[in-house]
């Protein structure tokens, strides 16, 4: 059974203060690595996906990595814009219809 | 605004009411899914419709009826609830299946089971 787990599940940070949000997963042949940022309510916003470990995309202050084991996503003088929860997903060769989701990292950037 | 409109954004129901519940997409994409989001748990896929033909289906309870009338349209019916189904109920569509592309989704329907 794939899996998807995230962590810290909360985490707050000074305006300017980086930090890194963790994403482990295990399933069977990974096909991509999904991050969505979502706003208390809304739906998720798609930001990266990543298909292959070594594999990098930025976006502003966002920076997603993958290995063949996690996704680190990377904030970079975080502002308190960027405060949300942030859910990673991973579509595996087993589950090709279906994403496996994280229970997310909910992010609050103080001013 | 991301192309996926849901209605209504919340809902109270008692339990031996009937309600539906709406999505519509104007991205032109040809699945649609229904996800149960609870506090703190994951997002769990519920249903998925490719080209309006159910191809997927979680071991949802069958107080859960969902509909795919056109590519554009996703219905998802309820019926007799429980309480523990309160929950917010996201819609996305994507370009296809697998979904190794983005997901768009809607902004959800928050519903209260009493």
């Known amino acids: 059974e794939d899996q998807v787990t995230q962590s810290p599940e909360a985490l707050r940070l000074q305006e300017g203060e980086s930090s890194s949000l963790n994403c482990s997963y295990t399933?069977?042949?990974?096909?991509?690595l999904f991050w969505y940022r979502q706003d208390p309510g809304k739906g998720p916003e798609f930001l990266f996906t990543l298909y292959s470990a070594g594999e990098e995309k930025e976006k502003e202050r966002l920076k997603a990595t993958l290995t063949k084991k996690e996704s680190f996503l990377h904030i970079t003088a975080p502002k308190p814009e960027d405060s949300a929860t942030y859910l990673c997903?991973?579509?595996?060769?087993?589950?090709?219809?279906?994403?496996?989701f994280g229970s997310g990292t909910q992010l609050t950037v103080l001013p | 605004e991301t192309g996926v409109t849901q209605t209504p954004r919340h809902l109270v129901m008692g339990m031996t009411n009937k309600k539906s519940l709406k999505c519509e997409q104007h991205?032109?994409?040809?699945?649609m899914y229904w996800y149960k989001q609870s506090a703190k748990k994951p997002l769990e896929l519920m249903f998925v419709y490719s080209l309006e033909e159910r191809v997927e289906n979680n071991s949802v309870p069958s107080r859960f009826s969902p509909e795919c009338p056109n590519s554009s349209h996703l219905f998802l019916h309820l019926h007799t609830l429980q309480p523990e189904d309160s929950a917010l109920y996201l819609c996305?569509?994507?370009?296809?299946?697998?979904?190794?592309?983005?997901?768009?989704f809607g902004s959800g329907t928050q519903l209260s089971v009493l």
């Open positions: 996305a569509s994507g370009a296809g299946i697998p979904a190794r592309e983005k997901l768009f």
């Open positions: 399933v069977s042949g990974l096909r991509g």
């Open positions: 997903a991973a579509i595996s060769s087993g589950s090709a219809r279906q994403l496996t």
């Open positions: 991205l032109g994409h040809n699945a």
